[in-house]
């Protein structure tokens, strides 16, 4: 038997549905883990987000964040309530800081449909099996205006975008080296860039860098879409597609499509990753027009667990991890196989409880 290898995770349950979704998840992680037998997770829980922040002043202590770069992966749930805002109206979102602090440059949003769940919007059947990754660059682009918007005399609004190029060559590596492990394994190897570079001189820039990195790269097919187009494609025909990678608006808003893909918010999870540390959390927000109902569906942040083991697995060299992230998948997939599984937000009855005794029970 191989030796038990034991991982440090921050757990951020944040506000809303989070603290609904979290203790499932890490029961499901656990079970995965046990099951698979040489490996085990040691969880730290961390207050942080919009409630904290009504309570104490601060989103996330310094403290905290030290615990999160700390440790060996980061689960989140979800942060900010629309009710809660800084003095300058904006949302509190210490997620955002933890991906620009920790520099996790490479949000991962893969966009992979659960065979049998009914209520998935494109009835080709296609579209019953379709594995597209969106990567969103998570550190800058116009998100890094936030906080530095210049109002002049109530008259005129000014944000700024930010495209550098260190963040560009780590993201556009990532892409493609994702597009040649996935080319490996039978998909079609197309690395697209998605950008509206004939409007914008960011985005020209963001696309020279992206012609540059895939050079390196000649078994690839990299191509780039405007934004506009390939938010019709994601629609139209999403399985033409296979790493996506796009600056981080418009990567927050096509990840959003990706999600109605899947058949709902609750069913996309994430992974936001740098070169040290890494996030997982599902697309979702706090949605707090159900929170304390148990209706949220926890799928997306089951996944978001299988997601994070199956980074322990490759960057911690640990076979268990993988594993575990295996059996999470399947056992989501085999929950919803035969389509009685119905979630509240596909016009069912099942919230989620009845959904993590459904995914705990394939384990
Ligand atoms: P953010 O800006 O923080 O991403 P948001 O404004 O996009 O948040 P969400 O909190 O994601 O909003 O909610 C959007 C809608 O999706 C809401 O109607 C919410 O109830 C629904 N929703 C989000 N997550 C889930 C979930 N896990 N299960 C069911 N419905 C969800």
Redesign the pocket.
Known sequence: MPETQTFSIAVLAGD??GPE?TPPCIEIINSACQKVGNVSLEYEHIDAGAAYYQKTGESIPEASLEKCRKADAILLA???L?SIRYPNGT?I?PQLELRELLGLYAGVRPIKTIPGLPGKPLADPRAETLDVVLIRESTEGLFAGRGHTKIENDEKAIDTMTITRPVCERLFDFAFKLGSERKAKGKSGRVSCIDKANVLGGFAFFRKIFDERAQAFPGLTADHVYVDAAGLNLVKRPWDFDVMVTENMFG?ILS?VGAALMG???FAPSADIGDENAVFQ?????????AGQL???????FLSGAMMLDWLGSTKGSEGCRQAAALIEQAVNAAFADGGLI???LGGNAGTKEISEAVIANI
């Open positions: 809303g549905i979704i979800a942060m900010g629309p949302e979102a927050d959003d709902g918010m609750g599902p697309c979702h927000g706090s949605a707090p027009d159900i209706k949220a569906n926890p799928t997306a942040m979630p509240y937000e």
